[in-house]
């Protein structure tokens, strides 16, 4: 391996400790599961209308891509960018990197994204499908964090079927400072 400069060291060393020592708190048996309930769900209810997937990156992305291999029926795929965390472990005001390019007008849009936490990032997306004029909007999301600071309360996605404790997490398109999107799970450091 080529030298690194000592910065990159550290950060190199870091994230791999934070990786060894991370709790795993769902498997990635268990999300390849909850992945196939999901598809059998959207598919039972949105196979014959042609459906328009938004990713919403980035954190989206990962469960996009293994939920979209599950589906046997036309559609068509987009994305958006809305982001509130930029790399911290608190959420700050949602910032529109990127607007989605497909017209939403009359489509049956389905909103795909790796986590439902406070979901000010979900709300703001939901409102702005139903101002663009989508026939119908059903959100589809990895894994809904346990607490009682919901932005809108009550706030649920339509197809969701893992929960996660009131923890910092990461792993399945999620960051931990910028860091192990790519982590084959869901995982949070230990002790926090
Ligand atoms: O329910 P909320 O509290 O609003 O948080 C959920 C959002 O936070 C994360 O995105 P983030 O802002 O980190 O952007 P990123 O996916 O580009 O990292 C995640 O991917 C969700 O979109
Ligand atoms: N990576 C990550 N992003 C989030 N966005 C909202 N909550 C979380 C979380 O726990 N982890």
């Not at 910092?168 to 398109?173: D, K, M, N, P, R």
Request: hydrophobic share 40%; net charge negative; proline share 4%.
């Amino acid at each position: 391996m080529s030298r690194l400069d000592p910065e990159t060291h550290q950060s190199l060393t870091d994230m791999r400790e934070l990786m060894a020592n991370a709790d795993c708190l769902i498997s990635q048996e268990e999300v390849e599961r909850a992945l196939d309930r999901m598809a059998e769900e959207i598919t039972r209810d949105l196979g014959d209308k042609l459906p328009v997937f938004y990713c919403v990156m980035n954190g989206g992305l990962i469960t996009t891509g293994h939920l979209l291999t599950r589906l046997g029926f036309p559609l068509e795929v987009d994305y958006l960018h809305a982001t509130r965390y930029r790399g911290k472990t608190r959420g700050g005001e949602l910032f529109w990197r990127v607007s989605p390019e497909i017209p939403m007008a009359g489509r049956h849009v389905v909103i795909v994204d790796d986590i439902l936490d406070e979901g000010a990032t979900l709300a703001a997306i939901l409102d702005y499908c139903r101002e663009a004029g989508a026939d119908s909007v059903t959100t589809a999301v990895l894994v809904d964090k346990q607490h009682d600071r919901k932005a809108v309360p009550g706030l649920k996605a339509d197809y969701c079927s893992l929960e996660v404790a009131d923890r910092y997490v990461y792993g399945f398109g999620m960051d931990i400072k910028g860091y192990w999107r790519n982590a084959p799970g869901i995982f949070a450091p230990k002790g926090r």
